[in-house]
């Protein structure tokens, strides 16, 4: 036991001083005694002040008002099985059932609110990884520090936006526009896109009239792409997707672009 530790500074010597004192009583197979302990600030060093031996010497007595309690082991497993699932638990959950790396089920379980947020999103949308990555970017972000309680956009809605993409509707940009759009009004990423004419598009002889008339305006870039300067592609992908304002299917337009400049 340690006296006059007046500032953080001194409670810090004191320990270290202690740990050297005590290891080199050990090391010499000499006995710690228990004790009361001054610190001096002046010599660095600590001073006895008084023995303590045993429990008497703080005058302890057992209470005569309590009596002993003898806890039932089935008792003990009876509230073990009634607890909710702990974080750690649900970590490692996250991990085996839904092959998330440590660093997303981490992330995913600081709290029950968001953890539970993962799992109903991952219920529309059964891609886990998926659903992580946007929480842990766009929602997470966008959050800014407030709770999950806090945000418009539902955890099935997200599942829904998601299922979208997947599904070759929208593409992953035009996505992260009908989010934003989600985050401040709360509607249904269906109805956004529905709105604001946002659907992908995938007709492929629509995309193949637009990425003839590309090439034709191009022939520079045209040329250097047959000469092997495959980087150029994202110039074409850039010039299709300003006249389709962004909606045209990307992969689509890959294969496409590179099916005619091969031709």
């Known amino acids: 036991e340690l006296k006059n530790m007046n500032s953080f ?33 002046d010599t660095g060093k600590t001073e006895p002040m008084r023995g303590k031996e045993d429990a008497h010497d703080y005058r302890y007595f057992p209470c005569p008002d309590l009596i002993p309690v003898e806890i039932d082991e089935q008792w003990i497993e009876e509230i073990r099985e009634g607890l909710p699932e702990l974080p750690d638990q649900k970590r490692q959950r996250f991990i085996d059932e839904f092959s998330l790396p440590d660093y997303d089920a981490i992330i995913l379980t600081e709290s029950k609110e968001l953890a539970d947020y993962f799992e109903a999103a991952v219920e529309v949308c059964p891609q886990p990884k998926k659903v992580s990555n946007w929480m842990m970017t766009e929602l997470l972000r966008e959050l800014k520090g407030a709770e999950i309680d806090q945000c418009l956009v539902l955890p099935n809605q997200l599942g829904s936006l998601l299922n979208m993409v997947e599904e070759g509707i929208i593409s992953g940009k035009i996505a992260k526009t009908v989010f934003n759009d989600m985050l401040e009004s709360g509607k249904d990423p269906e109805q956004i896109v529905k709105d604001k004419n946002l659907v992908q598009v995938s007709d492929e002889s629509e995309l193949l009239a637009l990425v003839r008339e590309i090439i034709e305006q191009n022939p520079t870039q045209a040329e250097e792409f047959r000469g092997g300067k495959t980087k150029v592609m994202g110039f074409f992908i850039g010039q299709l997707m300003q006249k389709t304002k962004g909606k045209a299917n990307p992969k689509l337009a890959n294969q496409l672009f590179n099916q005619e400049l091969s031709g």
């Open 9 to 41: 500074r001194n409670v810090q010597a004191a320990l270290e001083f202690e740990v050297r004192r005590q290891r080199d009583l050990l090391l010499e197979k000499d006995k710690v005694i228990q004790q009361t302990l001054l610190w001096n600030p």
